[in-house]
């Protein structure tokens, strides 16, 4: 079957930096998906991985290791309006984006 | 303003009551979607379309269906609304249905009783 793991919630501090962990299990694979969700809205999306390696974009980056079924969202500097959840979503091999139930982020002062 | 509504917001419902959720986008996207998000759990495909005039089947399809008589409209019908089927919408686009970095609208938040 298709799955997606990822820790239900994290806690951090405001100026620090947290790795949030995926790991996936598609038939096929296309890509690899981060998108952010702050309580009461929509997902937006932050990053793109299809290829082995990280993704640096400001303050967030994505890696993605294949071999391992494995991906991560690192944040660093973390600020107030961070605190949101993230979701880690994989491609299958027809194209349909497969969900984590998200990692909810805690930022504390 | 580009981008993707839908509406209503809000909705409470009488079980058995039939209800049709709009969603409009004004991206020219081909590929268009319907999740569910509820609590503890991933975003669940109910039905997608690749592009105007075709449909498919996601992960919960049962007790919905939809319709893509163009590209910018893409409504979810409830045919005969169960408290089961209470939830939060998504609907999303994507310009095409291979890349899928998917644009989400607002939401439309759905009790039925």
């Known amino acids: 079957g298709q799955n997606i793991d990822q820790p239900t919630e994290m806690t951090a501090t405001e100026g620090a930096i947290v790795q949030i962990n995926c790991t996936y299990q598609?038939?096929?694979?296309?890509?690899l998906f981060w998108y952010q969700q702050h309580a009461g809205e929509a997902p937006t999306f932050l990053s793109y991985n299809v290829l082995d390696g990280l993704e640096e974009k400001g303050r967030f980056s994505s890696f993605l290791s294949r071999s391992k079924g494995y991906s991560y969202l690192l944040l660093k500097e973390l600020q107030m309006k961070d605190s949101a959840s993230y979701l880690c979503a994989g491609l299958d091999s027809n194209y349909q984006l497969i969900w984590g139930a998200g990692t909810k982020l805690i930022i504390k002062p | 303003i580009a981008g993707i509504t839908q509406a209503p917001t809000s909705q409470i419902l009488a079980a058995g009551r039939r209800m049709t959720l709009r969603c409009t986008q004004d991206m020219r996207h081909n590929a268009m979607y319907w999740y569910r998000q509820d609590l503890g759990l991933g975003l669940r495909l109910i039905h997608y379309?690749?592009?105007?005039?075709?449909?498919g089947k996601g992960e919960v399809p049962d007790g919905y269906s939809v319709s893509r008589a163009n590209t910018d409209d893409f409504p979810l019908t409830l045919a005969s609304a169960v408290p089961s089927q209470t939830s939060v919408y998504f609907c999303?686009?994507?310009?095409?249905?291979?890349?899928?970095?998917?644009?989400f609208g607002p939401g439309t938040r759905l009790t039925v009783l």
């Open positions: 598609t038939s096929g694979f296309n890509g």
């Open positions: 379309s690749n592009t105007a005039g075709t449909t």
């Open positions: 999303a686009s994507s310009s095409d249905s291979s890349y899928n970095e998917q644009f």
